[in-house]
């Protein structure tokens, strides 16, 4: 069974650091691309980049780029989202979901369970 | 901000069929696949439809999704209190290169 297993809820202050995980298990990992996606409170979801775990090309969103880092840890089956310096407009939830191919279409059809952000001094 | 435009609500009785449009342009509806996303009250989106009219095993027939143009539309036919929800639209954008959502619809039922 394909499964995306993240770390639990944070709470941080402005400027902190932080990494979230999302762990793949049930299917082999370096086979498809692992997307972030953010909701912010009350919003819609909002496409913030995508990672390919076999050779770790990344893609983001162009509004975000250079706000987030994107990686992965082939071994340990794990996708990771990272900011340096985070700010309170970064409060939000955060999902990652596995992009799987059909026929030459892709879609994500498999949805870690999400990670709550909260920045506030 | 989104490129792909959805009402932001749609309502029906139970037993009503409630269409959601999801409206884009050349560079993503119009030169690519359309899937959608079905995201209950505090829990992780799921896929509903892919490849514009595909359903994975398990999604009930009553829904369907189809694709013209620049334009997409889900369909929930048969409506039941379960499908009370947030749907999302959403497909791959060449110009931004990128992949987009649509704005969300909240369906309510009666």
């Known amino acids: 069974e394909v499964q995306l297993v993240q770390s639990g809820a944070e709470v941080k202050k402005p400027g902190e650091s932080l990494k979230i995980s999302c762990k793949g298990s049930?299917?082999?990992?370096?086979?498809?691309?692992i997307g972030w996606v953010r909701q912010m409170p009350g919003k819609g979801l909002e496409w913030m980049g995508i990672i390919y775990p076999g050779d770790f090309e990344t893609r983001f969103s162009p509004s975000l780029q250079g706000q987030v880092t994107i990686s992965a840890d082939k071994s340990g089956q794990t996708a990771y989202l990272q900011w340096s310096s985070l700010k309170a407009s970064d409060t939000a939830m955060y999902y990652c979901?596995?992009?799987?191919?059909?026929?030459?279409?892709?879609?994500?059809?498999?949805w870690g369970q999400g990670t709550l952000v909260t920045v506030s001094s | 901000q989104s490129v792909l435009t959805q009402p932001p609500s749609a309502s029906g009785t139970p037993g009503q069929r409630v269409t959601i449009s999801c409206s884009g342009s050349?560079?993503?509806?119009?030169?690519?696949?359309v899937s959608w996303y079905q995201q209950l009250p505090g829990t992780a989106p799921k896929l509903l439809i892919y490849?514009?009219?595909q359903r994975p095993s398990g999604v009930p027939d009553r829904l369907s999704g189809s694709k013209s143009g620049t334009s997409a539309s889900l369909a929930i036919s048969g409506l039941q209190s379960e499908d009370e929800s947030d749907y999302y639209c959403g497909a791959w954008d060449d110009s931004l290169n990128a992949f987009v959502f649509g704005t969300g619809t909240k369906v309510t039922v009666l």
């Open positions: 049930g299917y082999d990992f370096t086979k498809n691309w």
């Open positions: 490849t514009n009219d």
């Open positions: 050349t560079s993503n509806i119009g030169s690519n696949v």
């Open positions: 979901a596995r992009l799987g191919c059909s026929g030459g279409t892709c879609y994500y059809d498999y």
